[in-house]
């Protein structure tokens, strides 16, 4: 299937397609008219890429999926190595969290101080 059929068939962006090949996470073959050509097995491997994706991992942390990206990843147990990599992604995400709580605490006095309406700044919004 070429490129476009691919993007239709897994509702990825032709640009991110040529992407993931860029980071070898996805192979296609040229056609005689230089077409990237993808076999089947392509919807699968896209449709794991975008689930890992939609999970907070990376594209580096998914580029140390390999050949598990072929199967029915979302149903299968995952390796310790797998788990690893999804801990030390989801210490990141606390990480970056927390970070943002503490800035978004800061402004938040700053401009009730400034505005002097505390209610304009409550942790809802």
Same mark, same amino acid.
């Given at each position: 299937m070429r490129i476009g &059929? %691919? $993007?239709?068939a897994t509702g990825a962006t *032709?640009?991110?397609l040529r992407f993931y090949e860029e980071r070898g996470l996805l192979s296609s073959a040229r056609a005689l008219n230089g077409y990237r050509?993808?076999?089947e097995q392509a919807v699968r491997r =896209? +449709?794991?890429i975008r689930y890992l994706l939609d +999970?907070? %991992? *990376? %594209? &580096?942390d998914i580029e140390h999926f390999g050949?598990? %990206?072929d199967g029915d990843l979302p149903s299968s147990r995952p390796s310790e190595a797998m788990l690893d990599i999804a801990r030390r992604r989801l210490s990141v995400l606390d990480d970056r969290i927390a970070t943002l709580a503490? =800035?978004?605490g800061e402004l938040a006095e700053r401009l009730a101080a400034a505005s002097g309406d505390r $209610? +304009? =700044?409550s942790p809802s919004g």
């Open positions: &059929e %691919l $993007a239709k *032709t640009r991110a050509m993808y076999d =896209v +449709a794991n +999970a907070g %991992l *990376t %594209l &580096e050949a598990c %990206l503490r =800035v978004r $209610a +304009a =700044v």
